[in-house]
């Protein structure tokens, strides 16, 4: 299961603890009628639905800088995600890599602040 089916899971989730206290509530305090049960599931649909679509939301995990993604099966060299001084780079940087395998004399480098004349 996606990381964003377990978000918007756990966001009706909240939604339905959150209207099942309501409705306990309401019962208990004796001023129960069927106008109330109708905006009650009207407005838990509404809600359902806004906090399953921020669940699902990609906003919140857009990486403000510079974003390298590598994939790779087998690495038999040298791989560098980033090569650059940092004096140089004036932004974040996110570098993401997989390899399947990281073979003997290989290596997988994410960040290497070394001179650009090394």
């Known amino acids: 299961m ?38 009650l599931i009207g407005m838990v649909v509404l809600w359902a639905g806004i906090e399953a679509w921020r669940a699902n939301s990609d906003t919140d995990t857009v ?22 001084p940092s004096e140089k780079l004036r932004q974040p940087v996110l570098v993401d890599q997989t390899f399947t395998e990281v073979a003997e004399g290989g290596s997988a480098i994410g960040y290497d602040s070394a001179s650009d004349t090394d």
């Not at 959150?18 to 306990?24: D, I, K, N, V």
């Not at 990486?63 to 650059?84: D, E, L, M, Y």
């Open 63 to 84: 990486f403000p800088g510079i974003s390298v993604v590598q994939r790779a099966g087998r690495v038999t060299g040298k791989i560098i995600g980033v090569r650059r």
């Open 2 to 39: 996606s990381s964003r089916r377990n978000r918007a899971i756990a966001a009706a989730g909240s939604v339905a603890a959150g209207t099942a206290t309501g409705f306990l509530t309401n019962i208990l305090t004796g001023l129960w009628n069927w106008a109330l049960a109708t905006g």
